[in-house]
């Protein structure tokens, strides 16, 4: 599968903004489907995934702020971020993983990435 990240910019403290991961190929529905983020210098954190399964989990930085969610008539993933921070400044990627092994908060547990857009937050 390959994915394609957008929707980054430029926001002010407490915006909204709404990334979304395009998929080519199977079904987003067929992957776990994962947001991370990274700042320079510095690991890929764990965002938040939607399994195969539909079911949802998020990292407890963003958790009550991000909603993730997917399309399978538009095969897309969607990261809404709502009331954001400066400490949410980072570029975003998009990930997958087919099958149901692994942590999926891991970064080495995906095979696919997406290009990465970026999430700048003004104070």
């Known amino acids: 599968v390959q994915l394609q990240a957008s929707g980054g910019g430029l926001v002010q403290v407490g915006g909204s903004l709404r990334l979304s991961c395009a998929a080519s190929g199977r079904s987003v529905s067929q992957y776990n489907m994962g947001w991370f983020r990274q700042l320079p210098g510095k690991e890929r954190e764990f965002v938040a995934v939607i399994r195969m399964s539909g079911s949802i989990a998020y990292a407890d930085s963003v958790k009550g702020r991000f909603t993730i969610s997917r399309d399978r008539v538009k095969n897309t993933v969607y990261l809404q971020m709502a009331g954001l921070r400066p400490e949410d400044t980072a570029v975003y990627f998009c990930?997958?993983?087919?099958?149901?092994?692994?942590?999926?908060?891991?970064?080495?547990?995906?095979?696919?990435w997406g290009q990465g857009t970026l999430v700048t937050v003004s104070s």
């Open positions: 990930a997958a993983r087919y099958g149901a092994r692994g942590d999926l908060s891991s970064v080495q547990t995906y095979e696919f």
